[in-house]
């Protein structure tokens, strides 16, 4: 079964309070007339204090910059243990040493001799962030060409893919999908969840930075790169790992379907796609998808790709919200968040979920009830409920017996009170969604008249 990789949902505390009242304050201590009591200054009123600017050291252990720069040359400097310590030394100097070392932490990447020390490099790059498009543009071909001397299982192609996937669309190029594509099959599975990662997050859509004007969409710079989704869908969601199918799969939805201008060709550029997922998504027994959670993601893709199947899978999603791995309801909860109003076809399982006793399962179906606006509102009766059950097991005494460890104990409290955030923060949300605006059909014109 794949493990969930849940992004942690943040939940603001919801705090108030009325603003203390001086009106009953005795006559002989009130200040003359003409001396006015000021208001007390709220929350939201006192200025926030500045930022205090971070003082980077212009010397670590007793070295300058420059001359930890200069430790990083394979040429200069043979002992690798020291060059190491110049790699990971350089971003402590902050915002100088991404400036002035990224040069030379790019050439460590492409020529030293050591794997050991050129993935540190790969991770340092990928750590400091970048300033400039120029920046980005400089180590995404350090690591584009160093891609080009690894070998099978090489530790530098999975540290690579993983740095180039947190780069983002802006850094892809023909070089850099093409080296990334040419690792889809390495023997190293995590590896190959790597690359999965990497094609969804580089070859994705690449939007314009600049503001749209009023009333117009973004632009787009660049479409989903059609390479990235044939490697997906073609080669990768039949991989042996179902932590890389899992990874394809997701990457294909980040990708979306396949771009075409005009709608009547649509559907013949997409078949080659559908009927891989479609494929997948026989029973075992035939060769289809074994892995119940990459199973609901590829129902997903489905839908995506045809939109005429939801009412078919939507029921189908929901069915796995009462299976018996905990990760596969959450997965189930999480697939049926992203299509939101849409998801009322396993209204009945999703409001199961919130009877069940893990919190994590709990969370996954408030969520996906936020998601659906103002359809999840027949779900407030049930989280009312849960509220008023999580506030009396914190009001509850700890320490019962059969229950001595006082690790468990204060575990178990601290979870109430993140599902008790939770939950309020659902409710609110919930409560104030509105129904989404009927359209408004235009009327018909009479036949002979413009």
């Given at each position: 079964m794949v493990p969930v990789r849940l992004l942690r949902w943040v939940v603001p505390a919801l705090l108030g309070s009325a603003p203390l009242s001086l009106s009953q304050v005795p006559p002989a201590a009130q200040p003359p007339a003409t001396q006015p009591v000021p208001p007390a200054a709220t929350?939201?009123?006192v200025p926030p204090k500045p930022p205090v600017p971070i003082k980077w050291p212009t010397e670590v252990?007793?070295?300058k910059l420059s001359e930890w720069i200069a430790d990083l040359s394979s040429s200069r400097n043979l002992d690798p243990s020291l060059r190491d310590a110049a790699v990971k030394t350089i971003p402590m100097f902050g915002p100088d040493g991404r400036k002035l070392g990224l040069a030379g932490l790019c050439n460590v990447i492409k020529t030293d001799p050591d794997p050991g020390v050129r993935v540190n490099a790969i991770l340092v790059v990928g750590g400091m962030g970048f300033e400039t498009k120029e920046e980005m543009r400089q180590a995404t071909s350090a690591i584009a060409?160093?891609?080009k001397l690894t070998i099978n299982g090489s530790m530098i192609r999975l540290h690579a893919t993983r740095t180039?996937?947190?780069?983002?669309?802006?850094?892809?190029?023909?070089?850099?999908?093409?080296g990334v594509l040419t690792m889809a099959t390495d023997p190293a599975w995590e590896t190959r969840q790597g690359v999965a990662a990497a094609l969804g997050r580089l070859g994705a859509t690449l939007y314009?930075?600049?503001t749209p004007a009023p009333g117009k969409p973004v632009e787009i710079k660049r479409h989903a790169s059609k390479a990235a989704m044939d490697k997906l869908a073609f080669t990768m969601i039949r991989d042996p790992s179902a932590v890389v199918r899992m990874e394809a799969v997701q990457s294909l939805l980040v990708l979306g379907p396949p771009h075409e201008e005009n709608p009547t060709k649509y559907v013949a550029l997409v078949k080659?796609?559908?009927?891989?997922?479609?494929?997948?998504?026989k029973d075992a027994k035939d060769k289809g998808e074994t892995d119940n959670g990459v199973r609901i993601w590829l129902m997903l893709i489905n839908m995506m790709y045809d939109d005429r199947t939801f009412d078919a899978l939507v029921p189908k999603i929901g069915y796995y919200i009462n299976a018996v791995e905990v990760a596969v309801r959450v997965h189930a909860l999480n697939a049926l968040a992203i299509i939101g109003p849409r998801a009322h076809g396993a209204a009945s399982e999703i409001r199961s979920a919130l009877a069940q006793k893990e919190p994590l399962v709990i969370v996954a179906a408030a969520e996906c009830l936020v998601a659906m606006g103002d359809a999840g509102k027949y779900a407030l009766p049930d989280l009312e409920r849960l509220k008023t059950e999580t506030e009396a097991r914190l009001a509850m005494k700890r320490g019962l017996p059969?229950?001595?460890n006082e690790f468990?104990?204060?575990k178990a409290e601290a979870d109430d009170k993140l599902l008790k955030k939770a939950i309020e923060n659902a409710i609110k949300i919930i409560t104030e969604a509105k129904k989404p605006e009927a359209k408004k059909e235009e009327p018909k014109k009479e036949p002979g008249k413009n």
């Open positions: 929350a939201a009123e252990s007793g070295r060409e160093v891609l180039l996937a947190s780069f983002g669309p802006e850094a892809a190029t023909i070089d850099v999908i093409g314009d930075d600049k080659p796609y559908l009927d891989a997922v479609t494929l997948r998504l059969g229950t001595p468990v104990e204060k």
